[in-house]
């Protein structure tokens, strides 16, 4: 593992943009899996502003997303395809065929599991996962429990994580119950993982995550045995 310590989050989400830049310019067809939430948000706009200034080219990257909420269309502003059309799709030159999220309203759910785990290996393996982490170590929303999930599956939200995420939504009523998750068999077949943490409200769970034992009751930890893992974090 590598960590890498900065004053603040500016600087952080400036060293994981660096890191994505070099994938991108390095292996320019390849995939990239991301996260949604507040912590990339700093890293996609200045990849926007790479893109936008001729820097950086997305053309024939891919993307794979690592989660979406049951329930909610890519027109609803807490869905995971919104944000990413806003924080990302919209603002590069990625190509709409190449970016994908696991279908929050399909019908059936469970082979929508199926056929997303299928797409990320058919597509060749994520190259470049970039991760947050949840206060209660979640990684995508693979929540603590007895054992490690392992590949694409609905997920239940723990009422902590429905809570912390209840800030984007009008009410808690309106935050869904179940999500589409990436598992810990899809993000550990990730060729190099990038964890982002930021703010005092992370630095226990970090700190846990990547020195405690290994143990699903804190999904992050199961990083410590990715042989290609950067933590990036602040002050
Ligand atoms: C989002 C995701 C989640 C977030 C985590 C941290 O796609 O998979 O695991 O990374 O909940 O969220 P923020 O960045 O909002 O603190």
Avoid at 43 to 68: Q, S
């Amino acid at each position: 593992m590598k960590l890498i310590k900065t004053k603040n989050y500016e600087e952080m989400s400036q060293k994981a943009a660096n890191v994505v830049s070099s994938v991108v310019t390095l292996k320019p067809d390849c995939v990239l899996g991301l996260a949604t939430g507040d912590t990339p948000v700093g890293m996609y706009r200045i990849l926007a502003e790479r893109n936008k200034k001729g820097d950086l080219d997305f053309k024939n990257i891919k993307t794979v997303n690592l989660d979406e909420y049951v329930g909610l269309s890519a027109e609803h502003p807490q869905s995971y395809q919104y944000f990413m059309n806003q924080n990302l799709y919209s603002k590069v030159n990625l190509s709409s065929n190449n970016t994908h999220i696991p279908d929050g309203l399909a019908k059936d759910p469970e082979q929508e599991c199926k056929r997303y785990e299928e797409l990320i290996y058919s597509l060749g393996g994520i190259e470049l996962l970039v991760l947050g982490i949840g206060n209660n170590g979640h990684i995508a929303f693979n929540e603590p429990d007895d054992s490690f999930p392992k590949e694409t599956h609905v997920v239940k939200l723990t009422e902590d994580t429905r809570r912390v995420n209840g800030r984007f939504f009008d009410s808690l009523d309106e935050v869904p119950y179940y999500a589409i998750s990436m598992g810990m068999k899809s993000i550990m077949s990730a060729r190099a993982i990038m964890l982002l943490a930021s703010g005092e409200v992370k630095k226990k769970i970090l700190y846990e995550s990547i020195y405690g034992p290994i143990t699903p009751m804190v999904p992050a930890s199961v990083l410590q045995l990715h042989p290609n893992l950067l933590v990036i974090t602040d002050q």
